[in-house]
């Protein structure tokens, strides 16, 4: 009886995580409908749905959610409990799960993890990219990489690299436009928008959120470089977006004194009592990677 529930609570959780029948049996490597007779004799021991079932999608109901999240917790403290032994040995290995996006992930985060992983043999690395931000814990993440001011949480945050935002222009843009002395002259400036309709900025001291617009608005920083580059108007990004156009003269800083405070890239993890090795080591290395 006992193994029997093991095997059920084992089916369900995978069938969550990965969304699909399919996947939850290729990734136990069982069939298809004997993950499905596990579910269903699950449901049948809780005199309760988990799962609501479409010919697309797999979700779940409120109770399979709430119970999801006892079984998270569960197989968290049984992988807790074996890394806590493994680490006696110093030895990543298993599956490390990062989210993260954006062009630090692309540029950066991913050759890292490529060197970390071919250092490390026993270790596996699924990366996902997501402008969404993950529940770590209920879908499964080791850690995600994050940038700029975090909100507060339970999670563990580490510093792993700068992030300084610069605003700048191509200089065809700026001979035909002139060079704002002040943050306040953007008013009068075509300002490449992101997700947000302010830009961050210092003066007098004091930080400030100043509002702009402008008539080109995108949700992903290399649209947003690419339009800089061909003068459509000025730009704030991150700093590693723009090093390589600024090395070469493609964009010219502006308002360079008012510049914002460094908000950081940080790795961003759930608190254990014992940290895994694989989770541990990976932080480690890309703090030491991107050292200033």
Known sequence: MATHRWESIEAFERVVRLGSFTRAAEDLGV??????RQINALENRL?????L??????????????FYLQCRQILDNLEEAEQAVLDLQARPRGILRVTVAGAFGEDFVAPAALDFMSQHGDLSVELHFSNRLRDLISEGYDLAIRAGTLKDSS?????????KLL???????????????TIHALTNHNCLLGTLDTWRFQENGRHQDLRVSGNWRSNNGRALLHAARTGLGLVQLPSFYLAEDLRAGKLIPVLEGNNPTDTGVWAVYPHNRHLSAKVRLFVNFLADRFAE
């Open 31 to 36: 069939s298809r409908s004997h993950v499905s």
């Open 47 to 51: 005199d309760a749905q988990l799962l």
């Open 53 to 66: 079932r479409t010919t697309r999608k797999v979700s779940t109901t409120d109770a399979g959610r709430a």
């Open 155 to 163: 999670l563990i945050a580490r510093r792993i690299s700068s992030r």
């Open 167 to 181: 605003t700048c222009a191509a200089p065809d843009y700026l001979r035909r436009n002139g060079t704002p002395g």
